[in-house]
C-alpha cells in the first residue's frame, strides 16, 4: 500500500468533527508548531522540498521565504480555493471529507507567516463546503485552537471562508486578491509579487489548498523524513483527481514513484479502461497541460518507463512530454476526437479569458471559431497552420499564464494528432459521423494484459 | 422597493466584520450572492445599486463585478436553473446527449426559460466534478453522474413541488 499522508482518515466515520478528527490524532501539528519558532516551521517546510500543488509547482518554503515582513504592516496568508481548472477536483474532494486537516494546515501556516487573518477563496459553485469548512472553523474555534491566544501560545488567527462567483481567472493569485478585494478577477502585473505587495497592498502568500493540507505531515514527522518519500524533487504524496473514461474516476493521493501504467490500469487506481476499450491519449496534469499519445504517456521518448511526478511528465519538454500540473488526470479511449475535446478546451478557455490583454481575449475566440470549423467539417488545412500560428502568438505574451494554458492545449494537440486535424478537413461528411479512432499510429499500442 | 430583512441586514454586516475596516468593499461578490438568491435569482440594475449603497461604493464599482462573473444573473431566470458543464471531461462522458434531452424534454434552447418560468437552461463550463460526469448545478446543488432517467426524475420532482 502507498503511504498516505493526507487522505489516510478520509474513511474514518465522523472525520469532519473536532472530536473524530482530534482523538485521531489531528491537531497535533498545532501544538507542535506553537513552541516553535515560526522561522523554524518555514525551514522545515523548505526541507521538504514540497511544491505548490495547485499546478505551478513552485517551492513552497521558498515562497514563504519571500514574504516580506515590514514593522507595523499586517500580513495575509490566502488559502487558493477556486480549484477551476478542468480534470481537476482533489481539493474539493480534500475539503469535503477532511474540512479539519486544512483548518489545522492554516492554522500552523498563518503562524509560521504571521498571519492573524487568514481567508480561504473558494470557487462559488462550491457552495455546499462553504457551510462544511464554516462548521470546522467554529469547532476549532470553540476549542481554542483558533481566534485569541491559541493555546495561550499568544497567537491570535481568524480564519474566513470567501466565495467566488465563476470565474477560472480567479485561480490565478493575482486575479484572486483583485476578487478578495471586490473587483473584476484581472490578474496584476508582477513585479510586485504578493509576497510584497498582495492582499490591500499588503505582504501575502497564496497556497493551494493540498499545499496547505501537506503542511500538517511535514511538521507531525519533520521536513527530512517527509523529503524521503517520493523521488527527486517530487517529494511527499501527490492527490491526482482521475476522469475520463476510466473504470473508477475518483481522487486518488499517490507516491511520486508510481508509473502512469500502473495508475491506469491498476485496480487500486483508475482499474483500467472500460468495456475493453484502447488507450488513445491522456492529458495528465490539467487542462492545461499538452495532451499526449499513449506511447509517450507511458513511456518518454527515451524509451524509459513514465511516471507520475514533476520531472518524469515532463521530461522531453513539450516536444514529447506534458507536466503533472494540477494532478487533473483525463483519459482518452480510442472513440473519442481529439478535434472535438481540444474545441471544448478552446471554448472553455475563450469564455474564462478576463480581457485584458489582446492576444489572449482576441486569440482564445479566434481558436474557437477555427476549431469549430474544423470540427464540423467546414476547414482547410490552411486553417491548422492558422490555428498553431494563433497559439504562438498568444504564449509568452500575456500579464497572466492564462494565455499560455489556452496555447498550450492546442499546440500539443496539432502537434500530436496533426493527422485526425487534415483528416476532419478531408473528410468532411465522414467526420460528422465517425471519429479518427486510433489512426494515428504506428507503434503497437498499449493492450492491457 | 428592493431592501433585505433586518436579519438579512444582520448577516451582511457580518461579512463586512470579515475584512479590515475601511476594506468593505471586499464583501461585494458575497453579497451579490446574498442579493441573488434573496431577490428573485437574478440582479437587477435596482438590486445592484441596493448593494452598492450597503457598501458605500458607487453603481458603477458594483455593475463591473455583476458582469465579470459568471453565477451572476443579470436578467430573469426560471425557477429551477440547469446549468449543465460541457467542457472536456463531461463531453467524455457525453454531456452533449444529456444537453440534447434536456432541450428536447423541455422544448427550449440553451438560455431559454420555460413558458411556464419553471426551467431555464444553461451550458456553464468546469464546474470541478470531472470525475463524476456528466452533471449539472442546480441552485446550491450538484447533481451527477446523470443520465436520462436521472433527468426525468429531476424533472419530475421540480414539477412536483409547484
Known amino acids: 500500500m502507498a503511504t498516505k499522508l493526507l487522505l489516510a482518515k478520509a474513511h474514518v466515520e465522523g472525520i469532519r468533527h473536532f472530536e473524530v478528527y482530534r482523538r485521531e490524532g489531528g491537531y497535533a501539528a498545532v501544538e507542535k508548531a506553537l513552541k516553535m519558532e515560526p522561522a523554524a516551521i518555514v525551514e522545515e517546510v523548505k526541507k521538504s522540498g514540497l511544491r505548490g500543488r495547485g499546478g505551478a509547482g513552485f517551492p513552497s518554503g521558498m515562497k514563504w521565504s519571500f514574504l516580506a515582513k515590514p514593522e507595523g504592516v499586517p500580513r495575509y496568508l490566502v488559502c487558493n480555493a477556486d480549484e477551476s481548472e478542468p480534470g481537476t477536483f482533489k481539493d474539493r474532494y480534500l475539503m469535503e471529507f477532511l474540512p479539519h486537516l486544512l483548518i489545522e494546515g492554516l492554522i500552523v501556516s498563518s503562524f509560521a507567516l504571521g498571519s492573524n487573518r487568514t481567508y480561504i477563496y473558494i470557487r462559488g459553485e462550491y457552495a455546499w463546503i462553504v457551510g462544511i469548512l464554516e462548521q470546522a472553523i467554529a469547532e476549532a474555534k470553540q476549542n481554542g485552537f483558533l481566534g485569541k491566544n491559541i493555546l495561550g501560545s499568544g497567537f491570535d488567527c481568524e480564519i474566513y471562508v470567501q466565495r467566488g462567483a465563476g470565474a477560472y481567472i480567479c485561480g490565478e493569485e493575482t486575479a484572486l486578491i483583485e476578487s478578495l478585494e471586490g473587483k473584476r478577477g484581472n ?72 508509473s502512469v501504467e500502473e495508475f491506469i490500469y491498476s485496480d487500486e487506481y483508475c482499474g483500467g479502461i472500460p468495456n475493453g476499450k484502447r488507450l488513445k491519449a491522456c492529458i495528465p496534469g490539467g487542462s492545461s497541460v499538452p495532451i499526449l499519445p499513449a506511447n509517450l504517456l507511458l513511456k518518454t521518448a527515451k524509451g524509459e518507463t513514465r511516471l507520475m511526478n514533476y520531472e518524469s511528465l515532463s521530461d522531453g519538454g513539450f516536444a514529447t512530454g506534458s507536466m503533472l500540473g494540477s494532478g487533473g488526470f483525463i483519459v482518452l479511449d480510442e472513440d473519442q476526437c481529439v478535434v472535438k475535446n481540444t474545441l471544448t478546451l478552446a471554448r472553455f478557455y475563450r469564455h474564462e479569458s478576463c480581457g485584458q490583454c489582446s492576444p489572449c481575449r482576441e486569440g482564445t475566440g479566434w481558436m474557437e471559431k477555427i476549431l469549430t470549423k474544423i470540427e464540423n467539417g467546414k476547414g482547410a488545412i490552411s486553417d491548422i497552420d492558422l490555428l498553431w500560428d494563433i497559439q504562438r502568438k498568444i504564449e509568452g505574451n500575456t500579464i497572466c499564464p492564462l494565455g499560455d494554458a489556452a496555447a498550450w492545449p492546442v499546440a500539443a494537440a496539432i502537434r500530436h494528432f496533426r493527422d485526425e486535424f487534415e483528416w476532419h478537413v478531408n473528410n468532411p461528411e465522414l467526420c460528422q459521423t465517425q471519429n479518427y479512432g486510433l489512426a494515428h499510429y504506428a507503434d503497437p499500442i498499449h493492450v492491457p494484459a | 422597493m428592493v431592501k433585505f430583512s433586518e436579519d438579512k441586514l444582520k448577516e451582511v454586516q457580518s461579512m463586512i466584520d ?32 441596493y448593494v452598492g449603497s450597503l457598501l458605500g461604493i458607487e453603481p458603477i464599482e458594483v455593475y463591473e463585478v455583476a458582469t465579470f462573473y459568471s453565477m451572476y444573473n443579470l436578467k430573469p431566470v426560471g425557477k429551477h436553473v440547469f446549468e449543465v458543464c460541457h467542457t472536456g471531461p463531461c463531453m467524455l462522458k457525453g454531456s452533449d446527449d444529456i444537453i440534447a434531452y434536456i432541450k428536447t424534454k423541455l422544448d427550449i434552447k440553451v438560455g431559454e426559460t420555460t413558458a411556464d418560468g419553471l426551467f431555464t437552461l444553461k451550458t456553464v463550463e468546469c464546474l470541478g466534478a470531472c470525475g463524476y460526469a456528466p452533471m449539472m448545478q442546480m441552485g446550491i446543488d450538484y ?10 426524475e429531476i424533472i419530475a420532482a421540480c414539477r412536483n413541488k409547484q
Open chain 2, 143 to 152: 447533481r451527477e453522474h446523470l443520465t436520462e432517467a436521472k433527468v426525468d
Open chain 2, 18 to 49: 470579515r475584512y479590515p475596516e475601511g476594506k468593505q468593499k471586499s464583501a461585494l461578490i458575497p453579497l451579490l450572492h446574498l442579493a441573488q438568491e434573496d431577490f428573485g435569482g437574478w440582479l437587477s440594475a435596482e438590486t445592484m445599486d
Open chain 1, 187 to 258: 490578474p496584476r502585473i508582477k513585479p510586485p509579487f504578493p509576497a510584497i505587495k498582495g492582499l490591500w497592498d499588503c505582504p501575502t502568500v497564496v497556497n493551494n489548498v493540498e499545499t496547505l493540507a501537506a503542511v500538517v505531515p511535514i511538521l507531525n514527522m519533520g521536513g527530512e523524513e517527509y523529503a524521503k518519500i517520493g523521488v527527486g524533487r517530487s517529494t511527499g504524496t501527490k492527490l491526482i483527481s482521475a476522469c475520463g473514461n476510466i473504470n473508477k474516476p475518483g481522487v486518488y493521493e499517490i507516491e511520486m514513484t508510481l
